[in-house]
DNA sequence: GTTCAATATCGACGAACGTCGATATCTCCA
DNA sequence: TGGAGATATCGACGTTCGTCGATATTGAAC
């Protein structure tokens, strides 16, 4: 747990400057980084699509391991990488952790990039 | 030069299925994590941002190594990565390669990204 | 042709990443 | 209390990545 990154709420990053005339500091640059990051990898891709499209637009972990076709660590493993930038948010209910897509983050990240076009 | 990614054109996956409906297949997804890590790494998105500020929306390769305080072997590498994956595009004039964004690829960027929104 | 400046490629190094098996933790239920 | 199933953590392995110095390539100007 190495990067707790504020879970959620619009990053650090002072997200609606006008991009296109200053440069990102290397600060901004490095949280959208983590964020970008943690989205881009083709596992973490199909977990956030996977999501939803399941039924309430949630799932828990068991119902995950096989349609990626990975071992069970290795989904908590990427499921945690998502956490920590926000991009789902895991609730234990009883044995089952249920996990969902934080559309705030996306939306927040997707606002953050869009400056860039 | 492992991996050339179709230069620019709206990538080889199907961007605007209903992605909240139908998982992306494997496929889809590497393409789409091989475009955003180009993105996710804070150098080549300052890279970015400086051209978008910089007079014309272009600079040469010399005018990026001293803002970013890299090499400028390291400087070329970043540029070729964020070209592999039609991000930004060089024309050599001269002695000097004019670098500058491609909005259509940032643009089609976005378009894949916010059905996960 | 030779020289010089801008850029790209190469080779090497350490750090970070994705994956897995083994194991630990947690929760329910008998 | 104890057992079983779902999930998370740990440790290790090979791969990829970011960085740099050294070197090669390119193009203009003399």
Redesign the pocket.
């Known amino acids: ?1 190495a990067k707790p990154l504020p879970v959620l709420e619009p990053p650090a990053v002072d997200c609606c400057a006008p991009l296109t005339e200053a440069p990102l500091t290397p600060e901004q640059a490095d949280v959208l980084a983590r964020r970008l ?1 943690a989205l881009a ?4 891709l199909r977990l956030v699509s996977i999501l939803l499209a399941s039924p309430g637009q949630e799932a ?4 995950l ?1 096989g349609p990626l076709g ?12 998502l956490a920590e930038a926000g991009i789902v948010t ?1 609730d ?1 209910r ?4 249920h996990y969902r897509v934080s559309t705030e983050a996306i939306t927040a990240l997707l606002a953050m990039l869009s400056p860039l076009r």
């Not at 009883?94 to 952790?97: F, K, Q, Y």
């Open positions: 747990m990051k990898d083709p596992v973490r828990c972990t068991c119902d391991v990975l071992a069970q660590p290795t989904v908590s493993h990427h499921l945690k990488k895991g234990r009883g044995v089952w952790t």
